[in-house]
């Protein structure tokens, strides 16, 4: 999955995958993990937001399903 770098410090990248909803986040402590059942918007929220890493925390990180992948 191809993932567009953004500017925070602590997401370096974020990719997302409508047809199956999945979402891949690379983290710059390395760690890059698969969030499955993601909503477009949550993804178009997290990549408009102030702030990548708070919405993470608030919206996504102990909501959906993941996987580490890398």
Not at 9 to 31: C, M, P
Not at 36 to 52: D, K, R
């Amino acid at each position: 999955m191809q993932r567009i770098p953004v500017s925070s410090s602590n997401l370096r990248s974020v990719g997302y995958d409508a047809a199956s909803k999945t979402l891949e986040i690379e983290f710059h402590s390395g760690g890059i993990y698969q969030y499955f059942g993601v909503p477009l918007s949550i993804y178009q929220g997290l990549m408009a937001a102030g702030s990548h890493g708070k919405y993470f925390h608030a919206h996504i990180k102990d909501v959906y399903r993941y996987r580490q992948v890398g």
